[in-house]
């Protein structure tokens, strides 16, 4: 035996190309001091919960669980067909909208392809890269928004996969449809661009679309959603794509047998068809951005301008008011938003939506940390 193979011999597996480069992905805090009322606003959950028809479902499904789901999510899918008017030939479902992200990486990086994202996108997409093998390109942002310009700049014959967050999180920023339709436009017909409208149902403006009619018109554009945000079914994992059936047929290969559960698809189903529900939820959330926004702005605090249902809040650089010391004062009044280091914010916050009550909660706490 040469002394080369003793030592791999004797030394544990090493990951392959990219995965050590990997910062594990944090999510936001999910404890109070004991004792004191837990308040999490740090994983832009609904404070409304989901459905009750939803709940009536899960409960259904639940008498069969000695029993492989459908591998096809056909409920679901048919589901969300309908209330959307899109043919389900054209839908994929995975486990939460990140399995579909990882999904897309699965099915089309190789080693050293490029991969497109703006500086403040979601963490998930140079997880999907990274574990591919593939380059993260990291693109400026103007102003806190994607910067089409830049994008296409950024592109070479290596990049494979565009991920743009539109509304994006943590910044709560989103680019109109003319310009997302600009980018599609300047792109080579190889590249795929993902366009990741996980906050699409909560955005009240008239140039905004989540993407639908751009896969329809198109042979390179998918567009993800979740029911972990305005459903209220995070803790199910539910997510859902549109794209071209080429895309589909790709996407189809990488998918595990049976990665929706039986409980997600009967509850999906549910939720999306309770159009009261959403609409309660949108109104809500439509009432609590302009009045969180204007009450944090009279305190002397920076808000992002949001159309998803957080908001990225931005501290003073004086000693005694960062965002660290106002994260450690509200955790100790048992309110949890989240810290947006990672995401290259090192002095802001990202808030969740609540209640009314938690609203005034926050707002009342950070009156008393800033004083
Ligand atoms: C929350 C979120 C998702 C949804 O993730 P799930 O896996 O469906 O829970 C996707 N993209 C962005 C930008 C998000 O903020």
Not at 136 to 159: G, Q, S, Y
Not at 203 to 212: K, Q, S
């Amino acid at each position: 035996m040469t002394n080369t193979q003793s030592q791999s011999a004797n030394s544990a597996p090493q990951a392959k190309k990219g995965i050590m480069d990997i910062s594990i992905y944090m999510p936001g805090k999910s404890a109070a001091p004991a004792g004191i009322k837990l308040h999490k606003l740090s994983s832009n959950e609904t404070p409304l919960g989901p459905s009750p028809k939803a709940l009536k479902a899960i409960q259904e499904a639940s008498e069969h669980l000695e029993l492989y789901p459908d591998g096809q999510s056909d409920a679901l899918k048919k589901a969300i067909g309908e209330v959307y008017g899109l043919n389900t030939d054209n839908l994929i479902c995975g486990n939460g909208s990140d399995e579909l992200l990882s999904m897309i990486g699965a099915a089309y990086l190789e080693t050293d392809d490029e991969v497109i994202f703006t500086e403040h996108g979601f963490l998930m997409y140079k997880i999907v890269a990274l574990t591919s093998g593939a380059v993260p390109v990291v693109v400026k942002e103007t102003n806190e928004h994607a910067d089409v310009d830049a994008i296409l700049a950024a592109v070479t014959p290596r990049t494979r996969i565009i991920f743009l967050a539109n509304p994006n999180n943590p910044t709560g920023t989103y680019i109109p449809m003319d310009e997302v339709r600009r980018l599609h436009a300047g792109l080579p017909t190889n590249v795929v661009l993902v366009l990741d409208a996980a906050y699409a149902e909560y955005v009240r403006r008239n140039d905004y679309e989540a993407g639908v009619e751009l896969v329809a018109s198109s042979q390179n554009v998918i567009m993800t959603r979740t029911f972990s945000k305005i459903h209220g079914l995070a803790a199910l994992r539910i997510g859902w794509a549109y794209a071209p059936r080429s895309m589909i047929e790709i996407l189809e290969r990488v998918r595990g047998p049976f990665n929706v559960n039986a409980l997600a698809i009967a509850a999906g189903a549910a939720a999306i068809r309770d159009r009261n529900h959403i609409d309660k939820a949108v109104l809500h959330n439509e009432k609590s951005i302009l009045h969180v926004t204007a009450e944090l702005e009279k305190r002397g605090l920076r808000v992002t301008p949001s159309v998803g249902n957080f908001l990225l809040v931005h501290f003073p650089e004086t000693t005694g008011k960062s965002a660290a010391e106002a994260d450690a004062y509200l955790t100790s009044k048992g309110i949890l938003l989240r810290a947006v280091t990672g995401y290259g914010f090192p002095n802001a916050l990202r808030m969740t939506l609540g209640t009314d009550e938690t609203n005034a909660f926050v707002i009342s706490t950070l009156s008393e940390f800033l004083a």
